[in-house]
């Protein structure tokens, strides 16, 4: 769900980055169905996934919002920070956000056939809405929400979340901060 995180952290490999945007579509062990890059990717993008999960700083995140988000609390921790690096792009990266994006799309249309069908069947969507550079917007983090609370099996209040963006923002903005500068340094020393 937090795209752009993991195509951040994954740097500038192209399979690395493509295998970061693929984890979340792929589930158990790792074969040679994939290039070695993209398999790297993929162990990036599970590496990435478990700092999250014990992060002081993505924990005390989760802990700002509001109990009555429950489980989705996660997942809303991973769109807001989506969204603070659009928003922030600049400091993190020379490349501007829309070219980074344009690259990304073009990197999923080169390699569909090696896409695992959840993001082949989102992707044509991903890049003609450009979700990467959208996230930049409140409504585009909102219509994501709204989405992805409709996709769950029970109901939740995760659609009502951007609320708590707007609730928490300064707070939310110094976590993601950290936990960014956490994950490079753990990158950095892996």
Known sequence: MNYLV??????????????GLMGDFVKGPLDDRYPPGIVAGLRLHRHIDSLAAVSPHCRASRQRLHPRFGHTRAVLVDIFYDHFLAVHWDEFHVQPLHDFAADTYRLLREHHDLLPPGLARIAPRMTELDWLTSYRNLASVDTALQRIATRLSRPTALGEGVTELDRCRNELLGDFRGFIAEAQDRLDRS
């Open 6 to 19: 993991h195509l951040y952290l994954a740097g500038p490999d192209p399979e690395l980055r493509l295998g």
